[in-house]
């Protein structure tokens, strides 16, 4: 979604570094590129203004304290992170919990927001959590809204209460009333009270939300909205602030390709942070919203930080002590070892929003674009037609054996050669590292971890080849192959 603002910053951050020494003439013109980027991202003209008088004024106080030789541009662009990160919400905010259980939590918004969805998807961020959530249908307006919430209920593992069929038949109110006084009979922690929506804000809608609102008493109101909509999200998000009130932001949709503008409007107009943000449509694709990520992202350093908590999540404890171990045993690095780890990577969702979180992937925007996320499938599957034995040891790959695997996999004899080269390029990568020569080549340690065909991995430069060794003339196989090495 901010892919172009972030080639909008990049570009005059590129041109601030340039410089070298920097003026005020320098400070000028940096504050009015990032005000036209902002501009052309959609933001609302009042954070556009106010954020680039913020960051003209503290650039122009940082100026005077930055010495000859140090990197100015650097200290300027602090300063753009700082701000960036305010207007962002300045920190991520968790849901309060009630002290006596359970805590209710009540989505509100316009229909289309992605509401229903959301609820599954916040139910199950709490279940992996130890919380034990149930969903409360009560949008019983919306055509199979109620079907619907069952459906995505089923699909996170969690209860619904659903007493009405909805298509305009039942009480929404009473819904949710008996909804609540249901969870405390069976001892939910969280209620998710999944309220209606309409096409538009009205009269009817409002009310509906504040009955709901005033019946149940809900620890936190959430305004579930569609980042794709641009100025009117922070419309919306005003007349439900004055209507029903919220506590806390929802971005759905943050996968596609809109400016990003509400992002960046919603928080600092209505004065209520972005709480969690969807990022997809799986029910996984979901998390808290850390506006100093955001922010990294947005300024093209990437998002390490919930790369390492979904690759923790993904690679399990067992599986990374057995590999650790066997690198310092000495042991080689298997096609079993690889397998498990692309199955852990796909666990972590697609490889194009993996790679975006990587810093300076904007500069890799088309390759990423352009991966084939089935390369992994096609990957696996070659893997996967292989004989345990072949898996363990690659020498005994003979011809016959890689046509077999080829036919098996559905892929060309090639395919199977490339993934074997790639594969014992990175087996003498570890080596390596074990005999202490360090870092090798980085296309090596890139090709271990990741599956043949990923973008921007161009092939490791040719080095001069080793002196050749004289071929053994025994005709022992096993003996001919020790001296061959």
């Not at 991520?92 to 918004?109: D, E, H, Q, S």
């Not at 298997?334 to 500069?363: C, N, R, V, Y």
């Amino acid at each position: 979604m901010f892919d172009n603002l972030s080639s909008k910053f990049a570009g005059a951050f590129s041109a601030l570094r340039s410089r070298g020494k920097i003026s005020e003439k320098d400070i000028d013109a940096t504050t009015a590129d990032i005000r036209q980027a902002l501009l052309e991202a959609d933001v609302a003209l009042e954070v556009v203004e106010g954020f680039t008088e913020r960051i003209h004024q503290k650039s122009l106080e940082v100026l005077p304290t930055l010495q000859s030789g140090t990197n100015q541009a650097q200290a300027i662009f602090d300063v753009v992170n700082q701000e960036l990160t305010e207007i962002l919400g300045g920190g991520a905010r968790r849901v309060r919990f009630a002290k006596n259980p359970p805590t209710v939590i009540m989505l509100a918004g316009l229909q289309g927001a992605g509401k229903t969805t959301l609820a599954a998807k916040l139910a199950k961020f709490y279940k992996e959590q130890g919380d034990t959530p149930i969903l409360v249908a009560s949008d019983l307006q919306r055509p199979n809204a109620v079907n619907q919430l069952q459906v995505v209920g089923e699909s996170a593992g969690v209860p619904v209460f659903a007493p009405e069929p909805g298509n305009g038949v039942g009480n929404p109110v009473k819904v949710a009333q008996d909804g609540i006084a249901f969870a405390k009979s069976k001892l939910h922690n969280i209620v998710i009270v999944d309220t209606a929506g309409r096409l538009g804000v009205d009269e009817e809608l409002m009310k509906e939300a504040i009955a709901i609102r005033d019946a149940v008493k809900p620890d936190e109101i959430l305004f579930v909205v569609d980042a794709m909509i641009g100025q009117d999200a922070v419309r919306t998000a005003k007349a439900f602030q004055d209507g029903v009130g919220f506590d806390g932001v929802v971005l759905t949709k943050l996968d596609g390709d809109a400016r990003g503008g509400a992002a960046l409007s919603i928080a600092a107009l209505t004065g209520r942070p972005i709480m969690f943000a969807s990022t997809g449509e799986k029910l996984s694709d979901f998390d808290i919203f850390y506006p100093e990520r955001m922010a990294s992202r947005i300024l093209g350093m990437g998002d390490v930080a919930t790369l390492a908590e979904q690759a923790k999540k993904a690679f399990d404890g067992d599986t990374s002590k057995k590999l650790e171990e066997k690198f310092i045993a000495g042991e080689d690095f298997t096609l079993d070892d690889f397998l498990e780890q692309l199955e852990a990577m796909s666990k972590m969702g697609s490889m194009g929003k993996l790679l975006g979180m990587l810093p300076g992937a904007g500069q890799m925007k088309k390759q990423i674009e352009n991966f084939d996320e089935s390369e992994i499938t096609r990957t696996k599957a070659i893997v996967q037609s292989m004989t345990p034995l072949e898996r363990r040891d690659l020498k005994v790959l003979n011809g016959s054996r890689r046509a077999r695997i080829a036919l098996g996999s559905g892929r060309k004899v090639s395919d199977v050669n490339a993934l074997v080269d790639k594969f014992t390029a990175a087996q003498k990568m570890m080596k390596q590292m074990r005999k202490g020569g360090g870092m090798p080549n980085m296309n090596m340690a890139r090709g271990m971890a990741l599956p043949p065909g990923m973008p921007g991995l161009p092939p490791a430069p040719r080095s001069a080849a080793p002196p050749q060794k004289k071929k053994s003339k025994s005709g022992n196989p096993a003996k001919r192959a020790l001296e061959n090495g």
